[in-house]
């Protein structure tokens, strides 16, 4: 029986390395496998054949958030705050470009812009917001507002979401980001969250950018309520999404980080109210599981080009190892990081670090934009 088995996983993988697109149903195999070994050789071998170029890429940015107050609630958020809160903040045009600038100096060509959904705040200080920061850095990419956000600023205008974007658009939005996608399930994104968009909207969301003309990458935040098909659910439906639209650059992946501390981090569970789910008492998933959903993704996902390495989460040895698991990116230098760091995660690379990790394994280290394209 198990030589039965480890026989269908063997062609499976062997159908993925050959270029053919895998079923539901083979991902999900894979994802029940635990041939870590087989599943990162696979993915390598399809991240060669995808990139056989001689580098591998890093990006410099860092990750600016104009504020912290958010109208919705996320279990496994440790970030946010209510409108009213003591530590709610929106940053003042000079503490922003202070930020861009310092980005600038060291090097950065992008600037990573999320919020949380606040209620108060109208589209129009958007627009001035990317005004401003086009104005004063036009060499910098605005790689900003996650749908959520997006949905969100649609339905407290009251306009369209094409309406919407293209006014960003027009201000100087350059390109979205893919946070907020946690699962693209409804079931568990009903569990985990309330007051955010659901899937169908938040894939409308880049559909509607990518018709005009826009990219984005895309996300899992994975090992909390989810099940193992209901990761495949949301691989399929990025992958689905990609084919109709085209317009995602990349995919990247982590696992959930419990905050070590956070003011209402399960609150809703553990005080009985309608919803929630206290992600306190989840346990964690580690650098096994992380390596070989990484991998699954690589496999399953043939029609989105770039993966990237999560070191933020997963810390500079497991970040190298991604490498090996159907990444061809490092990710970001993450001058500046909050969200995570709340949670009481805290790797922090330096630059020089991630370019050894690139060489050790034998590729040159090389700087990218947000679309791909090399940094001279």
Not at 182 to 196: C, F, N, S, Y
Not at 199 to 220: A, I, P, R, Y
Not at 357 to 375: A, H, K, M, T, W
């Amino acid at each position: 029986m198990i030589a039965a088995v480890e026989s269908e996983i063997q062609s499976i993988l062997d159908k993925a390395v050959a270029g053919e697109r895998l079923t539901p149903s083979e991902g999900l195999a894979l994802l029940k496998s635990h041939d870590i070994t087989a599943l990162g050789q696979a993915a390598n071998a399809v991240t060669q054949r995808l990139h056989p170029e001689p580098y591998r890429t890093y990006n410099i940015d860092r990750n600016i958030n104009y504020s912290n107050v958010c109208a919705a609630v996320c279990d496994f958020c440790a970030f946010y705050r209510p409108v009213g809160h003591a530590e709610a903040y929106v940053l003042t045009t000079e503490a922003l470009h202070q930020k861009i600038q310092e980005t600038v100096d060291l090097g950065g060509d992008q600037i990573l812009l999320q919020g949380g959904l606040h209620p108060k705040l109208p589209l129009e200080w958007y627009e001035e917001m990317l005004a401003g920061m086009k104005a004063a850095f036009p060499q910098v990419n605005v790689h900003g507002f996650s749908p959520p956000e997006i949905w969100h600023f649609s339905k407290m205008t009251k306009l369209p979401l094409k309406e919407v974007l293209t006014r960003l658009k027009d201000a100087g939005l350059g390109s979205l980001p893919g946070g907020g996608g946690e699962i693209l399930v409804d079931r568990v994104r009903k569990l985990i969250t309330r007051g955010k968009v659901l899937t169908d909207g938040w894939l409308e969301v880049n559909q509607v950018w990518h018709e005009l003309g826009g990219k984005s990458s895309c996300t899992m935040m994975f090992g909390h309520v989810e099940t193992l098909e209901e990761r495949i659910e949301h691989l399929d439906r990025l992958r689905t999404q990609q084919d109709e639209s085209g317009g995602f650059t990349a995919f990247i992946c982590w696992t959930h980080q419990a905050p070590f501390e956070a003011p209402w981090y399960g609150a809703d569970a553990a005080e009985g109210r309608k919803g929630g789910v206290d992600m306190s008492q989840v346990p964690e998933a580690g650098a096994f599981e992380y390596l070989k959903t990484q991998a699954v993704a690589r496999l399953f996902l043939d029609n989105i080009p770039n993966i990237q390495s999560s070191w933020v989460t997963q810390g500079e040895k497991v970040g190298q190892m991604a490498l090996l698991f159907g990444a061809n990116d490092m990710g970001s230098l993450m001058i500046e990081e909050n969200v995570v760091a709340q949670a009481g995660t805290v790797f922090h690379l330096t630059l020089d670090t991630i370019k050894r990790c690139i060489s050790d394994l034998g590729y040159e280290p090389r700087q990218r934009n947000v679309f791909y394209e090399l940094v001279d």
